[in-house]
């Protein structure tokens, strides 16, 4: 499957917000922290996310001209009240929430398939209320191995909507592990280690092609995969990452970027500003 069309003279970034929080209605809602695996440690930053998603742009390099197209969504359900109308219209209905998000920008972190996998009819659903350029990125636990063939087995539903898998490995270092989930997918399947224990480091160094540690800015991988998780950013700071972004691009990267969630629709202003930034 290719996760990510790329034309030879085009370079995409998609630029995300990490939204935290179910909303009633939701087609799945799920216990409100990250699952670790045997062995996990605590670490500086808590991972209790009550479900994902993301405020997404895509920026295109087209000769030495970057444009830019969007896309952010909720993790399951895309349902996020508080931010109308601040970002939402007054008055949308949460079942039109996900094709307003998708109308304008152009991915979203799937926290809750970390936790549960909605149904099969819930994946296609999805894909169908998106349109073609717009990306999930669903989130693995990948202690629970039983489960790791049928998650990717569902999540392909998401046909080419389907971004890069991002792979939550709380436990120390375990080569049968990380053997089992590249085995379980094909070439052509991003993913993206996020990886919560200190043994692993370095291991972006035995990396297949189509894999990332989450936070990498560099590696010969053709993308990366970033998560801005400690709001407030202010201009200096945006400004900042849109300069990191912009080499990522002129060396050819694709780039999956996301910004963390707040109460109030922040995560939108920064996203638009960072878009200003590499304009």
């Not at 200190?198 to 291991?203: L, M």
């Amino acid at each position: 499957m290719t996760v990510l069309h790329q034309e030879a003279d085009e370079t995409r970034i998609a630029v995300g917000h990490l939204v935290g929080g179910l909303v009633e209605g939701d087609p799945g809602s799920v216990d409100d922290c990250e699952v670790r695996g045997e062995g996990a440690v605590e670490g500086k930053e808590a991972v209790i996310e009550n479900g994902d998603a993301v405020l997404g742009y895509h920026f295109r390099r087209r000769g030495h001209r970057a444009e830019s197209s969007g896309g952010i969504c909720r993790h399951l359900g895309w349902s996020y009240p508080s931010w109308r109308p601040g970002f939402y219209p007054a008055g949308t209905k949460p079942a039109d929430f996900l094709r307003y998000y998708a109308e304008r920008f152009r991915t979203v972190e799937l926290n809750t398939t970390g936790y549960r996998l909605p149904a099969e009819e819930q994946f296609s659903r999805w894909a169908e209320q998106t349109p073609s350029g717009f990306r999930f990125s669903p989130k693995m636990n990948a202690h629970r191995r039983s489960d790791v063939a049928t998650f990717v087995e569902r999540v392909q539903l998401l046909r080419d909507r389907l971004g890069p898998i991002r792979v939550l490995v709380g436990s120390a270092r375990d080569e049968g592990l990380l053997t089992l989930v590249l085995g379980s997918v094909d070439p052509s399947v991003r993913l993206a280690f996020d990886f919560r224990h200190d043994s692993w480091a370095g291991v972006e160094q035995e990396l297949p092609a189509n894999a990332v540690c989450v936070g990498a800015l560099e590696g010969a991988a053709p993308f990366r995969y970033l998560r801005l998780r400690e709001p407030p950013y202010d201009d200096a700071a945006l400004a900042a990452w849109a300069a990191r972004l912009r080499l990522m691009v002129e060396e050819g990267k694709e780039v999956y970027c996301y910004l963390r969630h707040e109460e109030e629709p922040t995560a939108p202003g920064y996203a638009k500003r960072l878009i200003e930034h590499l304009s």
